[in-house]
C-alpha cells in the first residue's frame, strides 16, 4: 500500500478545552517519554505537570484555559499525537502550525530538540501568568458555504479603522483560514466588540473574544519579544528535518536553513506580528503536493479553518464544503476527532 503524502498541522495554545480531559492517558511508550519530559521540566519550574491538569477530574477555564499551563498541555497532546502518527501509511511532506503551534512545529520539523522546545513554549506560557495585554477578539470572514465573504472583510477592516481613529491599537493577528482573529488594547476590544456586526453560527455567535488571550502577534507584544530574545537566546536553533512553513508562508528547508533567521523570526518577528495562517497552509500545499492535511490535537480546532482553505484553494477540485466534504479517501484528517482518530495511529 503506497504511502499518503501529508503535511502536519500543529494547533494553537487555545485549543484544549473539557473534551479534552484524559488525553494523555493509555498513551505509546515514545509518547509517554515525551510527556515525562514535559512532566520533569514543569516540575523543576514549580508548576503543575502536564499529567497532573490532564488527570483532574474536573476542567476549570481559570487552569486550564490560563497561558502558563495551556500552551503546554497543548503543546504535550499535540507531540504526543505527532509520536503516535503511522508512518507507513503517511509520509510526511510538510509541518505547519497556527500562532503557538509554531512552536511545536518547531518540535516535530526537529528544528529544535525536545528539551527545548518544552523550555520555549513553558517560558512563554508563563509570560501570560498575571499579565494578559490586550485581547484578541475571533470574527468570520467566510459564508456558510466556506466561501470567502466580502461584506465581513469590509466590516472588519471598517472596525479596525474605528478604533485606531480613537487612539487604540488595533489590527489583524492571525488569518485563521476563515477566520479573523483581531488583536488590540483593551479599549480596542471594547470598541470592536460593540462596531462588528453580530453574526450568529450555530450557538456562538460573532465577534467572540478569546478567554485569558493576550494581543499575541500585535505591536503590543514588543516587550514580551525583547524579553524571550533575552532570556531564551542559549535556545540551539537548526536546519529542521522535515519542510517547515512559517506565518509568513516562508519555507525553513531541511539542512540549508540558518538557524540563526528561525531564531529570529521565532522570538521577533512573529511574535509582533500578523500571523498568516491561510498563506502558509496554501504555500506548504503548493509546494508539497501533499495529499491529506494531518491536524494534530488537542481537540479539532483547525479542522474549519483549514477546510475554508481547502475550498478557497479548490483543492483536489473542492470548490464547496459539499464537494470537499465528499472527497474520497479525505483530504483533511484531525487526531482530535474521533471518527478520523484510527485512521492516523499506528497500529
Not at 7 to 22: I, T
Not at 31 to 44: F, K, P, T
Not at 232 to 237: E, I
Amino acid at each position: 500500500m503506497s504511502r499518503r503524502r501529508a503535511l502536519v498541522l500543529c494547533p494553537g495554545r487555545g485549543s484544549y478545552d473539557r473534551s479534552c480531559l484524559g488525553s494523555l492517558a493509555s498513551r505509546s511508550e515514545a509518547a509517554a517519554q515525551a510527556i515525562a519530559v514535559i512532566d520533569r521540566w514543569r516540575s523543576a519550574m514549580g508548576r503543575p505537570t502536564v499529567t497532573e491538569l490532564d488527570a483532574a477530574d474536573s476542567f476549570r477555564a481559570s487552569l486550564h484555559v490560563a497561558g502558563e499551563h495551556a500552551s503546554a498541555l497543548t503543546f504535550a497532546v499535540g507531540f504526543a499525537d505527532w509520536l503516535e502518527l503511522d508512518r507507513e501509511r503517511y509520509e510526511v511532506v510538510g509541518v505547519a502550525g497556527n500562532s503557538m503551534g509554531w512552536y511545536t512545529a518547531l518540535g516535530v520539523s526537529g528544528a529544535l530538540s525536545l528539551d527545548d522546545t518544552v523550555r520555549l513554549i513553558d517560558t512563554m506560557g508563563a509570560y501570560q501568568e498575571g499579565n494578559i495585554i490586550g485581547g484578541q477578539i475571533l470574527y468570520p470572514t467566510s459564508d456558510t458555504d466556506w466561501r470567502s465573504s466580502p461584506a465581513a472583510l469590509a466590516a472588519i477592516e471598517a472596525a479596525l479603522a474605528s478604533a485606531r481613529a480613537k487612539g487604540h491599537t488595533a489590527a489583524w493577528s492571525i488569518d485563521l483560514g476563515g477566520y479573523a482573529v483581531l488583536g488590540a488594547d483593551r479599549g480596542g476590544i471594547k470598541h470592536l466588540l460593540a462596531a462588528l456586526p453580530p453574526d450568529t453560527r450555530g450557538s456562538r455567535t460573532f465577534p467572540l473574544q478569546l478567554p485569558l488571550h493576550s494581543a499575541f502577534h500585535t505591536s503590543l507584544m514588543q516587550g514580551t519579544s525583547q524579553r524571550a530574545q533575552a532570556e531564551l537566546a542559549g535556545l540551539s536553533f537548526q536546519a529542521p528535518r522535515l519542510p517547515l512553513f512559517d506565518g509568513r508562508g516562508q519555507l525553513f528547508r531541511p539542512r540549508w536553513s540558518d538557524p540563526a533567521e528561525l531564531a529570529a523570526y521565532t522570538l521577533g518577528h512573529q511574535v509582533v506580528e500578523p500571523y498568516d495562517l491561510t498563506t502558509s497552509v496554501r504555500t506548504a500545499l503548493r509546494h508539497t503536493g501533499a495529499d491529506v492535511v494531518v491536524c494534530l490535537g488537542p481537540g479539532n480546532p483547525l479542522g474549519g479553518p483549514v477546510a475554508r482553505i481547502l475550498v478557497a484553494e479548490g483543492w483536489r477540485g473542492a470548490r464547496s464544503r459539499g464537494a470537499l466534504e465528499a472527497l474520497e479517501p479525505p483530504a483533511l484528517l484531525s487526531f482530535g476527532f474521533p471518527p478520523q482518530r484510527s485512521a492516523l495511529l499506528a497500529s
